[in-house]
C-alpha cells in the first residue's frame, strides 16, 4: 500500500486575468455561487433558476429556440453537445483560423470518421467526408471562402468560428449564414467568445442551426458551469431522425432538465444528471448582470475600452492584428521578436494574466473581459508598459498613460 498523503489547504490568489478568458469573474457571480443553500439538483428552486436561466438566454441570444439551455462544462462541452448531431461519414465542410476552430475541427473529424479512418489515425483521424478549409492566423473567413467551399462541396453540414480568440478575428457571420441558405447546408457556429460581448440575435442567421458558447468569457460565470446551446427545430429534428452517439451531451435528452421535453417548455422538468445548485446560482447571476448591462450597451462599451488599449499598445510600438473587442492580438515590437512567451512568463508570474498564442505564429494576447473601466484599462496598460520596460523595450511610459488619459477625456468631452 502507498502512503497516504494529505497537503495543507489549498489557496490560490487573485490575479488579474487580462487574457482572452476565462474573465474576471464578478463579485455578484461569486457572491451567488457562494451563497447558494445546499440544494439537490430536483429541489424546487434550483429547476425554477434553470428555467430562468434558460429564458434568459433566449432574451440575451435573441432566439424563439426552444432548445435553448447550458451544458454542464466549459465551452469545449457545449460544443460537443452541438457537435454531436454529426454522425459517421457526415459530410461537412468546416472553416478554421485559428487554435480554437482548429480543436473544433479535429472534433467534427473525430465525429465523422468511419470507423476505418478512426483506427487509422485515432487521435487526429483523416475524415474523407470532411473538408477543412484552413484560412491563414490573422485573417478573417470571408462570405466568398465559405461561398466557394460550400457551392464546391454541398456538405449536408457547414462549420465556422464567430470569434476566432486564437487569433482575435472575426468572422463573417451574415456571410456564412447566407451562404449556407443558398447551398442548403445546416449552418454549426462557435460562438463561445462573441455571446455577451457582440450585439447579435441568433434568429437573424436562418442558415445557422446550431450555436454553442461557454460559461467564462462574454456571459462572465465561472469556468466549469454551464456553455450554452442553442438548436433549431430543424436540427433537433435532424437528432430526432438519426439519433447521435453520446447521452450526457444529447442535444434532446439533455434539454429535459431545462424543462423542455418533446420540443415544448414544460413547468416540470426531468432528471439527466445531478446539476449544481451552486452553478445554477452562479449562471442565473451572470445572465442578470449582462441583461443589466444591456447586450447593444455592452457591445458598445467593449468597443470603446478595446479602442483604448490598442491605441495604448501601439503607442508602445506594438502591431495589433485582431479585430475582436475583448481582447487584442499583438505582434511586439521588432527589438522584442522572439521574447514573447519570457513576456507572457514574467507577467504571469506576478499575477497579470497576459497569454501568448496557443498556435503558431507566436503573438501575445491581451484582453479585457469585465474590465470595461478607465481606471481598469489603465492598470492593464501600466502593467503592460512596466514589462515591455523591463525587457528593456525603452518605452515612454509617461507619454503613453498621457495618451489613454486623453483617449478618456476626449470621449467622456463627445458625451
Ligand atoms: C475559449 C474558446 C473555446 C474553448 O472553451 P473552453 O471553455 O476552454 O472549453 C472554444 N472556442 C472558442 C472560440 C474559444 O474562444
Not at 75 to 81: I, N, P, Q
Request: with cysteine; charged share 20%.
Amino acid at each position: 500500500m502507498p502512503d497516504m498523503i494529505a497537503f495543507p489547504a489549498l489557496s490560490i490568489p487573485d490575479t488579474l486575468a487580462a487574457g482572452p478568458g476565462p474573465g474576471n469573474t464578478d463579485a455578484r457571480v461569486l457572491a451567488a455561487f457562494a451563497g447558494a443553500g445546499v440544494a439537490d439538483h430536483m429541489q424546487a428552486d434550483v429547476l425554477r433558476g434553470m428555467i430562468e436561466c434558460k429564458q434568459m438566454l433566449r432574451s440575451l441570444w435573441g432566439t424563439r429556440n426552444i432548445h435553448t439551455f447550458g451544458v454542464g462544462g466549459t465551452g469545449f462541452s457545449g460544443l460537443d453537445c452541438m457537435l454531436s448531431a454529426i454522425l459517421p461519414g457526415d459530410t461537412v465542410v468546416a472553416f478554421t483560423n485559428g487554435t480554437f476552430s482548429g480543436i473544433d475541427c479535429l472534433t467534427i473529424r473525430l465525429k465523422a470518421a468511419t470507423r476505418e479512418e478512426l483506427r487509422a489515425d485515432p487521435m487526429n483521424p483523416q475524415a474523407a467526408s470532411v473538408t477543412i478549409v484552413t484560412v491563414p492566423h490573422g485573417q478573417s473567413v470571408t462570405e466568398e471562402m465559405v461561398e466557394k467551399a460550400l457551392a464546391a462541396r454541398k456538405p449536408k453540414w457547414a462549420f465556422m468560428a464567430h470569434w476566432e480568440t486564437g487569433s482575435g478575428r472575426i468572422n463573417d457571420l451574415k456571410g456564412f449564414s447566407d451562404a449556407c441558405e443558398r447551398h442548403g447546408a445546416l449552418g454549426l457556429v462557435d460562438a463561445v467568445s462573441s455571446l455577451g460581448i457582440a450585439d447579435f440575435s441568433i434568429d437573424d442567421y436562418p442558415g445557422v442551426h446550431g450555436w454553442a458558447s461557454c460559461p467564462q468569457k462574454g456571459v462572465l460565470c465561472l469556468p466549469l458551469t454551464y456553455a450554452p446551446v442553442s438548436f433549431t427545430d430543424r436540427y433537433i429534428a435532424e437528432v430526432r431522425a438519426n439519433g447521435c452517439a453520446t447521452y450526457v451531451h444529447h442535444p434532446v435528452l439533455e434539454a429535459r432538465h431545462w424543462g423542455v421535453i418533446d420540443g415544448k417548455d414544460v413547468a416540470q422538468p426531468a432528471y439527466h444528471r445531478t446539476h449544481s445548485g451552486y452553478a445554477i446560482a452562479a449562471f442565473h447571476e451572470a445572465l442578470r448582470l449582462t441583461l443589466d448591462h444591456g447586450r447593444a450597451r455592452k457591445a458598445r462599451d467593449y468597443a470603446f475600452h478595446e479602442a483604448a488599449l490598442r491605441a495604448a499598445v501601439e503607442a508602445m510600438g506594438c502591431v495589433v492584428t485582431s479585430n475582436m473587442t475583448s481582447l487584442v492580438v499583438l505582434n511586439l515590437p521588432p527589438a522584442l521578436k522572439g521574447r514573447e512567451k519570457e513576456l507572457v512568463q514574467t507577467c504571469r508570474a506576478e499575477g497579470f494574466g497576459i497569454w501568448p498564442t496557443l498556435s503558431e505564429p507566436v503573438q501575445v494576447r491581451v484582453g479585457i473581459l469585465n474590465q470595461l473601466g478607465e481606471a481598469r484599462i489603465t492598470e492593464i496598460v501600466s502593467r503592460f508598459a512596466d514589462a515591455l520596460n523591463a525587457l528593456g523595450a525603452g518605452v515612454n511610459k509617461e507619454q503613453v498613460m498621457a495618451g489613454l488619459a486623453r483617449h478618456y477625456r476626449a470621449a467622456l468631452a463627445a458625451e
